[in-house]
């Protein structure tokens, strides 16, 4: 059984930063990839960042590239998502995804909340 659990969300001015923690039940290194994604009230669930577990690589969907970082805590089986210069569009539900061979597994989701 999978477990991810996101905490660290929250209501932040804008300009502010936040630190978002999806801790897994578990090694990380089970999985291919440890992924973040975002949703927006009225709109699709969209991927943010991604981190292949075996290497460390990382890769952002474009438009979040420069204010967001994908980053690890082996120790603590812990990825965080590091937000930069938040914007009011950031607000948004921000799941934790892990991605173990054809299994895709999802934590409860952070509301991020950026006020004007």
């Known amino acids: 059984q999978v477990h991810l659990v996101e905490s660290g969300g929250g209501l932040v001015q804008a300009g502010g930063s936040l630190r978002l923690s999806c801790a897994a039940s578990g090694s990380i290194f089970r999985f291919n990839a440890m992924r973040w994604y975002r949703q927006a009230p009225g709109k699709q669930r969209e991927w943010v960042a991604a981190m292949i577990t075996s290497s460390g690589n990382t890769n952002y969907a474009d438009s979040m590239k420069g204010r967001f970082t994908i980053s690890r805590d082996n120790a603590k089986n812990t990825v965080y998502l590091q937000i930069n210069s938040l914007k009011p569009e950031d607000t948004a539900v921000y799941y934790c995804?892990?991605?173990?061979?054809?299994?895709?597994?999802w934590g409860q989701g952070t509301q991020v909340t950026v006020s004007s």
């Open positions: 995804n892990a991605l173990w061979g054809y299994d895709n597994y």
